[in-house]
Every structure is written in structure tokens, then in C-alpha cells.
């Protein structure tokens, strides 16, 4: 099973022929700026369609913080997203309050487990909305 850096190699070297099906559910990179070194990192992350925008969230499993990823895009929402051999700019944001109840139930279809990270913490889990910027 890949993951982690491997997954993110093998993702990019065949154009996501490798790596974007993974666990009965689909998986975009996110390369976000370090919002303290300013290096670029790339993520493998669960993704859902909704509309023109991809849906991902910040779970880390149910950690009591969030992932650096995350707080990496809230201090520079300019990213890069790679779904299959497209890559593409996008703007990241949270998900307001209104828009996050549907948004989870999207997610929480496409990996059942968040429900259960939600559970395991204290914090509100992130729905992060990644807007193409086309």
C-alpha cells in the first residue's frame, strides 16, 4: 500500500495511475508553502468532488492538533493540487460553518473513519474547500 512520500513519487512519476485509487477511494496531492521555511510540501490526501471545487479534510487521524499541511495553506491558501496528470492553482479555505455539515457528510462517505477522528478529539476537524483557480 503506498503512503507518505512513496505515495506522493509514485503519484507524480505515472501521473496518478499509481496512487490515485487507493482504499476504495480516490486521492489528489496538495502542495502547500511551509509557513515557516516557505518549502514547498506535497500531501497525499482523500478527495471528493463538489462542483467545480475538491473537498479534503484535516483530520490527522483524530490528533488533538491539526496537520501541518493544514496549517500551512491557512498561512498561505495558495496551493498547487495534482488529481491524476492535472495539476492546477488553487485557493484553500476552510469551509465555513453553513457549508461544513454537507461538505463532511461527502467526505464521511468517500472514508467512513472521519466520523470516527471526529470522535477522538476535542477539536473541530477541518473541511478544507480547494477552489481552482483556472
Given at each position: 500500500m503506498?503512503?507518505?512520500k512513496e505515495h506522493v513519487?509514485?503519484?507524480?512519476?505515472?501521473?496518478?495511475?499509481?496512487g490515485h485509487e487507493w482504499n476504495n477511494t480516490?486521492?489528489?496531492?496538495?502542495?502547500?508553502?511551509?509557513?515557516?521555511?516557505?518549502?514547498?510540501?506535497?500531501?497525499?490526501?482523500i478527495y471528493q468532488r463538489h462542483g467545480d471545487d475538491y473537498l479534503v479534510v484535516a483530520s490527522?487521524?483524530?490528533?488533538?492538533?491539526?496537520p501541518d499541511w493544514y496549517k500551512n495553506l491557512?498561512?498561505?491558501?495558495?496551493?498547487?493540487?495534482?488529481?491524476?496528470?492535472?495539476?492546477?492553482?488553487?485557493?484553500a479555505r476552510?469551509?465555513?460553518?453553513?457549508?461544513?455539515?454537507?461538505?463532511?457528510?461527502?467526505m464521511a462517505r468517500a472514508w467512513p473513519d472521519y466520523d470516527t477522528y471526529q470522535q477522538k478529539t476535542d477539536?473541530?476537524?477541518?473541511?478544507?474547500v480547494l477552489e481552482p483557480s483556472r
Open positions: 503506498l503512503f507518505g513519487r509514485r503519484y507524480q512519476e505515472t501521473d496518478g495511475a499509481e480516490t486521492v489528489l496531492l496538495l502542495t502547500t508553502k511551509g509557513r515557516n521555511s516557505g518549502k514547498a510540501y506535497t500531501t497525499p490526501l490527522y487521524g483524530g490528533a488533538p492538533d491539526h491557512v498561512a498561505h491558501p495558495d496551493v498547487e493540487v495534482q488529481v491524476k496528470g492535472d495539476r492546477f492553482k488553487a485557493r476552510t469551509a465555513t460553518d453553513d457549508e461544513k455539515p454537507e461538505m463532511w457528510r461527502v477539536r473541530q476537524i477541518p473541511v478544507v
